[in-house]
Structures are given as structure tokens and as C-alpha cells.
């Protein structure tokens, strides 16, 4: 079983510019989440995606968007990049099964630093 | 709006104390409550599990305990060691909004260090 896998693992950008970041789910897992860490903080909820549709937003921007493939794996873009959006970016796959019980499991993350 | 504090913000002791991080939530329509480990700059790691139907979960030198009606959640860790070192991270999860399967919120984390 293979776990959740992300890339690519750092990325520099500069203001303005955009970047795609990718994520495989857990095998098996049909929702993915995505989360921004900023140095010293917690995770916060970026959006969901279940069955290849937005599932649940958190208060981010509309230059934050996302896509979900059939084979459940996902991708976060960014748009207009600006220096507040140097972060860890996290990736949560979790198995549908029931309404609220389900763990979520990690990838390593994206570490995007904004220059 | 769900806030997730954690107390500690962090600590430091000497290897082989047993040990209380301490989580609380402001909103008890939670559907479970999770534990997770970040070493630096790396991703998170599950620790425990704690359905909102249940008061504790065990694994090894962790005990996690849960009381809903409360709003609060600790983290017991037995016999601490050097390697437990880490970001330990309280997280709850809750409707995400609309048809959404739900969130983690997280706390801002308890940074331990366990020094031989």
C-alpha cells in the first residue's frame, strides 16, 4: 500500500508568477485536502475535492484552485503569487466511507518559498 | 468558527519523564480528534485517533484522551525519549461546510524536546 505521495518537495517562485503542485493519494483513497502551513503555525484548510469536484472551502482566495483526477490524484495551483504564500503545503488523502469517521493521512509536502 | 489551542507551546525535559500536552476546541460537533507528529520541515505523521463517541486511545507510550463536552483533549506520553522530540499538532475534524465530508483544524502545535 502506497502512501500519499507529493511533488515537487521545494520550489522557489517569484512574485507574480503561478505553480502547480501535485499530490497522489493513498491507494484506495478517494478525497483528497489540502493545507497551508506557514513557518510556526498550524496547517490551515485550503479545500477539498471528492469525485473530481470542490468539496468544502477554507478562507482562501480564489487564486487558489484545484483539480481531482479519476485516479483520485489532485493538484493545487496557485495564481499571482505573492510573498504571504511561502509555506508547507500539505496533502491529505481519506477514504469516503462514512461520514466523519475517516483518518486523514499526510504526504511530506511542498515547501514553496515566494521571492 | 472552530479555534484550536494547544498549551504548551512548548516544553523541555529531561529523557524518561512522563509528559501532558494539552489541546482544547471551542466547538464540541466534532466528528473525531487527532494527534499527529512533524519532525522539521517534514509532513505529518498520525499518532492517534480518538472518535468523538470515544474517551481515549492507546498506542505504545501514547494515551490520548478525549471529553467532548469540554472541549478538550490531552496527550500522555510515558517514558519520554530523545527521539520523541518533535511539533506534536492537535487537530479536529468538522463540517468543512455545505455537502463537505469535513476539516482538520488544527492547534498551533506543542514543540517538545526530550534531552538525554
Not at chain 1, 18 to 41: E, K
Not at chain 2, 11 to 34: H, K, M, R
Not at chain 2, 43 to 72: M, P, V, Y
Amino acid at each position: 500500500e502506497t502512501g500519499v505521495t507529493q511533488s515537487p518537495t521545494h520550489l522557489i517562485k517569484t512574485r507574480g508568477q503561478q505553480v502547480t503542485l501535485r499530490c497522489s493519494s493513498q491507494s484506495g483513497h478517494n478525497t483528497v485536502s489540502w493545507y497551508q502551513q506557514a513557518l510556526g503555525q498550524g496547517p490551515q484548510f485550503i479545500f477539498q475535492y471528492y469525485r473530481e469536484e470542490e468539496n468544502g472551502r477554507g478562507n482562501f482566495p480564489p487564486r487558489f484552485s484545484g483539480l481531482q483526477f479519476p485516479n483520485y490524484s489532485s493538484e493545487l495551483n496557485v495564481n499571482a503569487l505573492e510573498l504571504d504564500d511561502s509555506a508547507l503545503y500539505l496533502c491529505a488523502s481519506s477514504l469516503r466511507a462514512s461520514v466523519g469517521t475517516g483518518e486523514l493521512f499526510f504526504g511530506e509536502g511542498s515547501r514553496l518559498t515566494v521571492l | 468558527k472552530q479555534e484550536v489551542t494547544q498549551i504548551p507551546a512548548a516544553l523541555s525535559v529531561p529523557e524518561g519523564e512522563n509528559l501532558v500536552l494539552n489541546c482544547s476546541f471551542t466547538d464540541s460537533a466534532i466528528y473525531n480528534l487527532q494527534w499527529f507528529r512533524q519532525d522539521p520541515g517534514k509532513g505529518l505523521t498520525s499518532l492517534l485517533l480518538i472518535q468523538s463517541s470515544q474517551r481515549e486511545q492507546t498506542s505504545g507510550r501514547l494515551n490520548a484522551s478525549l471529553d467532548k463536552s469540554s472541549g478538550r483533549s490531552t496527550l500522555y506520553i510515558a517514558a519520554s525519549q530523545p527521539g520523541d522530540s518533535a511539533t506534536y499538532l492537535c487537530a479536529v475534524l468538522g463540517h468543512a461546510g455545505g455537502t463537505s465530508y469535513g476539516k482538520l483544524t488544527f492547534g498551533q502545535g506543542t514543540i517538545l524536546t526530550v534531552h538525554p
